[in-house]
């Protein structure tokens, strides 16, 4: 009876610990964001998804290695015939700097018409919504 009782209390004491493991991914967790960062979240329809998912992936990698401001992207799925992609931007100018980049850069460009084409759209259905971190 006492190996019966000692099985029960470490089964429930593992049971409960890898229940409360799932606490631990959001202690590792930062904000997507700092005071005086700038998040912009871009959607566009697009009506096959994960093409343009595919080729937005494809322009944030280009980015990544390429671009000569700093700035993090991140491609989104909004709904099943929306995507995008939100971006986290040092400042505002910081932020008009990276702009200024993409329009200037013909490989940016060329990535950003793959991805209207792939979702049937183009840059006058692109919105962007733009937010301070605080």
């Keep these: 009876m006492k190996y019966q009782t000692f099985a029960l209390l470490t089964g429930l004491l593992v049971s409960g610990q890898s229940f409360a493991g ?43 290695v390429n671009s000569p401001i700093a700035y993090s992207s991140v491609a989104v799925s909004i709904n099943e015939s929306t995507v995008g992609a939100i971006d986290v931007h040092g400042s505002m100018a910081a932020m008009e700097e990276a702009f200024a980049w993409q329009e200037g850069d013909e490989t940016w460009t060329a990535l950003q018409a793959k991805a209207f084409e792939a979702c049937s759209t183009s840059l006058d259905q692109l919105t962007a919504k733009i937010y301070n971190a605080h």
Excluded: K
């Design 22 to 64: 799932h606490h631990d991914a959001s202690e590792t967790m930062v904000p997507i964001a700092n005071a005086g960062q700038i998040v912009v979240v871009f959607e566009v329809p697009c009506t096959d998804s994960a093409q343009g998912l595919a080729i937005i992936n494809e322009l944030i990698a280009y980015e990544a």
